[in-house]
Every structure is written in structure tokens, then in C-alpha cells.
């Protein structure tokens, strides 16, 4: 069964901290994503990678970095937290075929800035 | 700029009865679109797509109908169920960008007893 995991399932932090969101799939998919949910505004894209040590900017990629050094793991990076980075964020992969192939997300991780 | 909007936030639907979502896009070059559904504490969990050169997919008791002329499509569920609350998500896509989507607003949907 297809499996995105992401490793906290809350987090607190305080602002000015340096913040990583791991995520990890056993699905072999090349393509990898990070979204943040916000009421009101949705899902929107902050990184994505499709290969290892790629990445590309989403929508909002400001204030965020990430990582992806194997094909399995994917990091979002928060260089110096701020309380406007509240949020629910939500890691997803997807194959690379077509192109059309749907996303796979874990169960998100609810980030509170203080 | 909201290329997809989910302009009702939330609907609210008797158990038996149709539930419609809509959605709305601005992107013309998105050539498939999906929905998600998403439960509280959970992530998003694909629900039904449909390419740009169909004008309905379904999918049990799930339909999704698309109409290009007006970049609007909708998601029908007949009938609804209690475990079909839920926030849902249409998302556009465009093909070969590596499933990158954009999402719309979300609508939560409640089907009451």
C-alpha cells in the first residue's frame, strides 16, 4: 500500500528557530512536494523536486528551503520561523509518467509558530 | 491570482440526497482535473479525474463533470452519505509538469441524518 510519512505530527516552535519537516514515501516515486493548508486559501505549493538534488520553486517559496540528497526523503526547511509559517503542512508524491498521475500525501504536519 | 476557486466554503446536505461541489478555473492551459477529499487530522485523498477532452467521468457514486467553455466543473455525489463529510479539493493540472496541481479553496461538506 502507498505510503507518504511525515515524521511530526505537531510541532511548536518558537520564532527565529531553524525548522525541518522530514518526509519520507516507499512508493519509488521520483516526483516529491510540499503544500501548506491555510483556511481560506487551500492547498498552495511551496517546493517541489522531481529527481534527487532537484528542486523548484512552487507558489510561496519564500521563507522555505529544501532538501532532497535520496529519492525517498524529502525536507522542507524553515531557515528562521515566523508566526505567519503557522500552518498545516502536507508532503505528497507522485510517480513521474505521463504526467497526470495523482499525488499521494501523508497526514500533514500541524506547525504552530510562537 | 486564484486560478481555481471553490466559491461556496461549505454545503451542508440531507443523507439520500445529491451533493454538488463547483469549481471554478482561470488557467486555460490545465488539460486534466481532479478532486480530493480530505477528513480532519488526515491528508488528501484522491477521489476522481477527468481529462480536459472528456466531459464526464464517473466513478460509482461519484461523477465529475467538466464544461471548458465556462472553466467550471462540478462533482456530484449520489447518494450522499454521513461518511462522505469531508472537505473536498478540486485541483487543474497540466500535463508533463511533473503532477504539479494547484488546488482550490476547499469546500467543507456536512450530509446530516
Known amino acids: 500500500d502507498v505510503k507518504v510519512t511525515q515524521s511530526s505530527r505537531y510541532l511548536v516552535k518558537r520564532t527565529g528557530e531553524k525548522v525541518f519537516l522530514e518526509c519520507v514515501q516507499d512508493?519509488?516515486?521520483?516526483?516529491m512536494f510540499w503544500y501548506r493548508q491555510d483556511p481560506g486559501l487551500g492547498l498552495r505549493l511551496i517546493y517541489f523536486s522531481y529527481d534527487v538534488k532537484m528542486k523548484e520553486k512552487g507558489d510561496i517559496p519564500e521563507g522555505y528551503s529544501v532538501s532532497r540528497e535520496k529519492k525517498e526523503r524529502f525536507s522542507l526547511i524553515l531557515e528562521s520561523a515566523s508566526t505567519n509559517q503557522t500552518s498545516m503542512y502536507l508532503c505528497?508524491?507522485?510517480?513521474?509518467?505521463?504526467?497526470?498521475?495523482?499525488?499521494?500525501f501523508g497526514s500533514g504536519t500541524q506547525l504552530s509558530v510562537l | 491570482d486564484q486560478q481555481v476557486k471553490q466559491n461556496s466554503p461549505s454545503l451542508s446536505v440531507q443523507e439520500g440526497r445529491i451533493s454538488i461541489l463547483n469549481c471554478d478555473y482561470t488557467?486555460?492551459?490545465?488539460?486534466?482535473f481532479l478532486w480530493y477529499k480530505k477528513y480532519p487530522a488526515e491528508g488528501p485523498t484522491f477521489l476522481i479525474s477527468i481529462s480536459s477532452i472528456k466531459d464526464k467521468n464517473e466513478d460509482g457514486r461519484f461523477t465529475v463533470f467538466l464544461n471548458k467553455s465556462a472553466k467550471h466543473l462540478s462533482l456530484h455525489i449520489v447518494p450522499s452519505q454521513p461518511g462522505d463529510s469531508a472537505v473536498y479539493f478540486c485541483?487543474?493540472?497540466?500535463?508533463?509538469?511533473?503532477?504539479?496541481?494547484?488546488f482550490g479553496t476547499g469546500t467543507r461538506l456536512q450530509v446530516t441524518l
Open positions: 512508493m519509488d516515486h521520483e516526483n
Open positions: 485541483a487543474g493540472g497540466v500535463t508533463g509538469t511533473a503532477s504539479k496541481l494547484t
Open positions: 488557467n486555460s492551459m490545465f488539460d486534466y
Open positions: 505528497a508524491s507522485s510517480l513521474s509518467g505521463g504526467g497526470r498521475e495523482k499525488l499521494f
